[in-house]
């Protein structure tokens, strides 16, 4: 992954805070989606291409790490909390976790289309078309989601959860980065 001058980066002792970075890195790397997809129909440049396969990789490898940390261990865990405040957070957790439901779906194609991309050199004007398609609504699938999660659901969880729950919650995002 690309090192981000001055990007502030957390540890797992703050596994909110850990998550949100992970979010600056979705943002990163779907704008590389969207900088390169208007040149998918000519041959790509190496730093198309490296960039391409990078956010690629990126994606298909750690975005779902990311998402089992927040429905496998932030979100139960929510779930379970009996703090009144902690209710305004759980009435966000199902619609989240479609919307990684359908950001799979999209990846998905998004992934084959690029693979093709990097094996062809190009893709054919109606693969390209797709690809930009499911970018563009993967984009508006982030914004929402993104913005729900650090304006919302993060700062709620650090304040409520307990520290033996953050502690746990960090052993579990820690044991998938394995």
């Known amino acids: 992954m690309p090192v981000q001058i001055g990007a502030t980066t957390h540890s797992f ?5 850990l998550l949100s970075d992970c979010h600056r890195r979705i943002e990163m790397f779907l704008g590389t989606f969207e900088a390169v997809a208007p ?9 198309a291409r490296m960039a391409l396969e990078s ?5 298909r490898e750690s975005a ?6 927040e429905e496998e261990s932030l979100f139960p865990r929510l779930r379970e909390s009996t703090d009144a405040d902690a209710t305004t957070a759980l009435t966000k957790l199902d619609a989240l976790e479609q919307d990684h439901r ?13 693979k093709r991309c990097l094996e062809h ?6 693969d390209a078309n797709l690809f930009r398609q499911a970018v563009a609504e993967l984009a508006l699938i982030y914004a929402v989601h993104i913005r729900i999660e650090d304006d919302e659901v993060f700062p709620i969880a650090a304040q409520k959860l307990s520290a033996i729950d953050k502690s746990a919650i960090a052993a579990e995002m820690r044991e998938r980065r394995k």
Do not use: C, I, M, Q
Not at 64 to 69: C, E, N, Q, R
């Open 39 to 47: 040149h998918l129909e000519s041959k790509l440049d190496n730093n």
């Open 13 to 17: 002792s703050d596994p909110t805070a």
């Open 55 to 59: 956010a690629l990789r990126y994606f």
């Open 64 to 69: 779902p790490k990311h998402a089992a940390d």
């Open 102 to 114: 359908r950001a799979n779906t999209l990846h998905a194609t998004v992934d084959t289309l690029g």
């Open 121 to 126: 050199g190009f893709l054919w004007a109606a």
